[in-house]
Nanobody, 124 residues
Framework: QVQLVESGGGLVQAGGSLRLSCAASGRTSSTNTMGWFRQAPGKEREFVTA????????RYRASVKGRFTISSDNAKNTVSLQMNSLTPEDTAVYYCAARAGTMVLTVESGYTYWGQGTQVTVSS
């Protein structure tokens, strides 16, 4: 089994920055690809970004490209999400996700393991 624990959420003003982290434990060999999804109130969960930790492949949602940066520390089995120039539209619960495969998928069903989520609130 794999456990994913997110940290770093909070409240920030528009234009500000936050950094999220996700630590994987357990069967970390099943976390070759890790990423972030988010779910805003009344909306479906959506893909934000993910990284293939072995291949280095990264994908971003179009609306966050240039503002968000995902990175991986393979020695620590963690991924981080640096979020800059935040807007109220980025307000959501952010979930860390992981899958054993090395292909970066953008669909929720492609990920096996999920964290509990961390709230990000951007005020205008």
């Amino acid at each position: 089994q794999v456990q994913l624990v997110e940290s770093g959420g909070g409240l920030v003003q528009a234009g500000g920055s936050l950094r999220l982290s996700c630590a994987a434990s357990g069967r970390t060999s099943s976390t070759n690809t890790m990423g972030w999804f988010r779910q805003a109130p009344g909306k479906e969960r959506e893909f934000v970004t993910a990284i293939s930790r072995s291949a280095g492949t990264i994908r971003y949602r179009a609306s966050v490209k240039g503002r968000f940066t995902i990175s991986s520390d393979n020695a620590k089995n963690t991924v981080s999400l640096q979020m800059n120039s935040l807007t109220p539209e980025d307000t959501a619960v952010y979930y860390c996700a992981a899958r054993a495969g090395t292909m970066v998928l953008t669909v929720e069903s492609g990920y096996t393991y999920w964290g509990q989520g961390t709230q990000v609130t951007v005020s205008s």
